[in-house]
């Protein structure tokens, strides 16, 4: 891993500026926990510097040629998603295979705001792969993605699990990140949801853990690494992209997103359960079953041992509201 940073002139925790493949291609040991991958999908977005329409035989050799590099920077123990469109999925699957990687999922994330057509339906989600080095030892925090189940939120059913449900493989939740969002950085014209990533990172690393993200873009995997408390090392080809990613993650790290009680970490996991619970603090705060279940299922997704008590639940959902 520091034979990477040295050669790449750059400390760990920032993007470093070149060719995945190039930059992968001369790490001799494995040092990611986790490679979240979102390429140029070969439809014709207009990159930086990459130019997103070659031939399909072209696109899919250079496919196999990144994620060969991967594999290789992967922990045995590590996990590897991929975002591909439907075009190259199957491709995708294909060179895994062919790669010795284990496949958990295949994870459609459907998503608002598809692109509209005239002459077809219209495009509404991406394809996520899920797969391991070692199909017998892996990290899955399955306490740090389970959702509130109707059992609990609908039914009053004493059966339901009292920290919630996994979530299936159709992530529903997560809307595509458009031009009018706050969070839309304005400068890179394919980014990914945090809490899309949240969910990955949260469930496939531990605090402390190396995420790569080896087409790094708008720098979206790093930022939500940087807020569960991962390292990260990001891949961009692009020299505006990893000086623009660079300023969004020195800002970030500027913003206070504690609270009263409550750590970075703690905040950030806050934020992404409210997220999964889809609804505003004030409607939390406003119903006693609801803010039991939230509590409750705040303190199974943190898995620290702490005790949160609901004052302490109160102020932070407080903080949100104003």
Not at 7 to 16: A, D, L, T, V, Y
Not at 270 to 293: C, E, H, V
Not at 297 to 322: G, N
């Amino acid at each position: 891993m520091q034979e990477l940073l040295n050669k790449s002139k750059i400390r760990r925790g920032e993007i470093i500026c070149g060719d995945c493949i190039e930059v992968l291609g001369k790490v001799t040991e494995p040092f990611a926990d986790l490679i979240f991958a979102d390429p140029p999908f070969n439809i014709g977005y207009k990159y930086d510097k990459y130019y997103d329409k070659v031939k399909k035989k072209n696109y899919i050799a250079w496919t196999k040629d990144w994620m060969t590099v991967c594999k290789k920077v992967l922990k045995p123990h590590g996990s590897f998603y991929v975002a591909i469109g439907d075009d190259y999925a199957a491709n995708v699957k294909i060179i895994a295979d062919e790669l010795g990687l284990f496949m958990r999922n295949w994870i459609i994330w459907h998503y608002t705001f598809g692109q509209q057509t005239r002459n077809k339906f219209a495009r509404a989600h991406t394809h996520i792969f899920y797969f391991v080095n070692d199909k017998s030892s892996f990290t899955f925090n399955s306490h740090a993605v389970r959702v509130p189940s109707d059992r609990q939120l609908v039914y009053n059913d004493r059966r339901a699990n009292p920290v919630g449900k996994m979530p299936d493989d159709v992530w529903n939740g997560f809307s595509r990140v458009c031009g009018t969002f706050k969070e839309r950085t304005g400068w890179h014209p394919c980014q990914m949801p945090e809490s899309l990533l949240k969910r990955i990172i949260a469930v496939s690393s531990n605090p402390g853990d190396c995420v790569l993200d080896p087409f790094s873009g708008s720098g979206t995997t790093a930022a939500a690494a940087h807020q569960l408390a991962r390292d990260y090392v990001g891949i961009e080809i692009s020299e505006q992209y990893v000086e623009n990613a660079n300023e969004r993650l020195a800002d970030l790290r500027k913003q206070h997103q504690g609270s009263l009680f409550f750590s970075q970490t703690e905040f950030a996991e806050l934020t992404r359960l409210l997220s999964d619970f889809a609804g505003s603090p004030q409607q939390i705060l406003a119903d006693k079953k609801l803010l039991r279940l939230f509590k409750n299922q705040f303190t199974a997704r943190m898995s620290d041992r702490k005790r949160y008590s609901t004052q302490e639940i109160v102020t932070a959902l407080k903080d949100l509201a104003d």
